[in-house]
């Protein structure tokens, strides 16, 4: 009697105890883990390589368009051994109904960036 009144109300307790802090070790764990596959994948995926300054687009002549229903894509920066490379633009026939915009510069902190054209 003395088993199921007394002791064995206080072992469940103990189990019941250990079970709550066992879900929240998992949770904090989740979270944690969570949390850093977040800053992990933040650091991924396409490096912006930042300049101080925006460097000057270099000046060439349009060559002529080859025919009708061409569009010009204009020229732009990729990078290539820790700075930006210019590349000319070119004529380009529109895929489907799209438009082509250009890139830009974007301002990030101290420096700049290229965001690279892309059909739209």
């Not at 879900?23 to 979270?31: A, E, T």
């Amino acid at each position: 009697m003395l088993i199921s009144t007394v002791l064995l109300p206080g072992i469940m307790f103990a189990f019941y105890g250990l079970y709550f802090q066992i879900i929240n070790m998992k949770k904090l764990v989740f979270i944690l883990s969570l949390a850093l596959s977040v800053l992990t994948l933040d650091s991924c995926g396409p490096g912006r390589y930042t300049v101080t300054a925006q460097p000057s687009v270099p000046v060439y002549e349009r060559p002529v368009s080859p025919g009708v229903g061409y569009v010009w894509v204009d020229g732009d920066w990729y990078q290539s051994g820790g700075r930006y490379v210019y590349r000319n633009g070119y004529w380009s026939r529109p895929r489907g109904h799209r438009t082509w915009a250009a890139g830009v510069w974007v301002r990030k902190g101290n420096g700049w960036y290229y965001k690279r054209g892309h059909w739209r």
